[in-house]
């Protein structure tokens, strides 16, 4: 079993590699400061990424988002 891995931040950026480790097969926690809730808002509600263009795509469902560390 792989490790879990902490993805601190909402950007972009974080995005991208939170749902490339999950496409890997890791157990991904994302988190965001609350005060920007905002850009992890629909991954919150579903945990899912939706990664287009650079390969791999498709839809990563992460194993935790939060605004809570």
């Keep these: ?20 480790l999950t496409f890997a097969g890791y157990e991904v926690n994302l988190f965001e400061f609350p005060q920007f809730k905002s850009n992890i808002q629909k991954v919150l509600e579903t945990r899912e990424i939706v990664k287009e263009g650079v390969s791999p795509t498709g839809v990563a469902k992460i194993h935790l988002a939060t605004i809570d560390i």
């Design 1 to 20: 079993m792989k490790p879990t891995i902490a993805v601190l931040g909402g950007g972009n950026g974080a995005h991208a590699v939170a749902a490339d």
